[in-house]
């Protein structure tokens, strides 16, 4: 993996972390505290793009 664009590998569209001061990430980071506090655990289905999983699986069986 060479890209350092974090959408390559995070759905930026699930989890709007690439636009750090919009209201949309500023109320998923109010969920996933309230989440986090309520269980101990935060669980973020699909975080990882497929297409990255995909690619750091096939390297990591390189080393």
């Known amino acids: 993996m060479t890209s350092t664009d974090p959408s390559c590998l ?10 750090p001061f919009s209201v949309e990430d500023q109320l998923f980071i109010a969920r996933s505290r309230a989440r986090f506090a309520q269980s ?11 297409s990255a999983l995909t690619l750091m699986k096939r390297e990591a069986l390189m080393v």
């Open 40 to 50: 101990g655990l935060l669980v973020l289905h699909g975080f990882i793009r497929d």
């Open 10 to 19: 995070i759905d930026t569209g699930r989890y709007p972390l690439d636009e």
